[in-house]
C-alpha cells in the first residue's frame, strides 16, 4: 500500500511556511542577542569576588537551566499576568522567555571561556596601569569572544530549534504555521516534511556560517 505525497500542497504551502520561518528567525536574533548581553554581565558576575553578586547570578543560571523552556514561557505568559494585572502578548512573552533562558546558557558559555584566559593576562593589564574593567573590556573579554564562537554558535542553532515551543501560546512561528496548514488541508506528512526540511536548512546556514566566522578569527 502506497502512501499519498501531494507535491503541491508543499508548494502551496511554501509562501506561509517561508513568513512563519522568517519569523522564527527574528524571534530566535532577538533572543540570542539580548541573551548574550545577559550572558556576559551574568558570566562576569558568576566569577565575582563578593557573594551578593555571586550567589544571585548563580541561582539564576541554576534555575533557568534546571526548568524547561516550555515551563518558563508559561509561566511569563500565564502566572506573571496575574502578579501583574495585565497582559502579555504572545511575542513578548516568546521573545522574554527565549532571551532569559538563552542568557543563563550564554553566561556559563562566557564564563568558560573568561576562565579559559591566563591568568597572567588580567595580571599583565593591571601591571600595566589599566583598572579592572578596561582589563577585561579591551584584553580578557575579546580573546574569551573569539574562544566562545563554536558555543555560541550552538547556542543560536539551539535556541532556533527550541524556539518552536512559543507555538503552544499561539505565537506564529514555523511550527505553528504548519499546524494551521495542517489543520486547514489535512496533510500532516507533507507540511510537517516540509517544516523539518526548513528548520534544517537554517540550522546548516547557521553551522556554515558559524565556522566562517571560527575560520575568520582563528
Request: net charge positive; hydrophobic share 50%; with cysteine.
Amino acid at each position: 500500500m502506497s502512501i499519498p505525497f501531494d507535491f503541491s500542497l508543499i508548494i502551496n504551502s511554501l509562501p506561509l511556511l517561508g513568513i512563519g520561518a522568517l519569523v522564527t528567525i527574528q524571534i530566535t536574533a532577538m533572543a540570542v542577542f539580548i541573551g548574550t548581553c545577559i550572558g556576559l554581565f551574568v558570566g562576569i558576575a558568576e566569577l565575582a569576588r563578593y557573594g551578593w553578586i555571586r550567589i544571585p547570578a548563580k541561582i539564576y543560571v541554576d534555575f533557568i537551566r534546571g526548568t524547561p523552556l516550555l515551563v518558563q514561557i508559561f509561566i511569563i505568559y500565564f502566572a506573571l499576568p496575574i502578579i501583574f494585572g495585565t497582559r502579555i502578548e504572545p511575542f513578548v512573552a516568546a521573545v522574554a522567555a527565549c532571551s532569559i533562558n538563552s542568557g543563563a546558557y550564554v553566561a556559563e558559555i562566557f564564563r568558560a571561556g573568561i576562565q579559559s584566559i591566563d591568568k597572567g593576562q588580567m595580571e599583565a593589564g593591571r601591571s600595566l596601569g589599566m583598572s579592572w574593567t578596561q582589563t577585561m573590556r579591551h584584553i580578557i573579554i575579546p580573546q574569551a569572544f573569539r574562544r566562545t564562537i563554536p558555543q555560541l554558535g550552538n547556542e543560536f542553532i539551539a535556541m532556533l530549534k527550541d524556539s518552536s515551543l512559543v507555538s503552544v501560546i499561539g505565537f506564529e512561528e514555523l511550527t505553528r504555521k504548519g499546524q494551521l496548514v495542517i489543520a486547514s488541508t489535512y496533510g500532516s506528512l507533507e507540511i510537517w516534511s516540509a517544516v523539518a526540511i526548513i528548520y534544517l536548512i537554517m540550522t546548516l546556514t547557521i553551522t556554515r556560517f558559524v565556522a566562517y566566522l571560527e575560520k575568520r578569527f582563528k
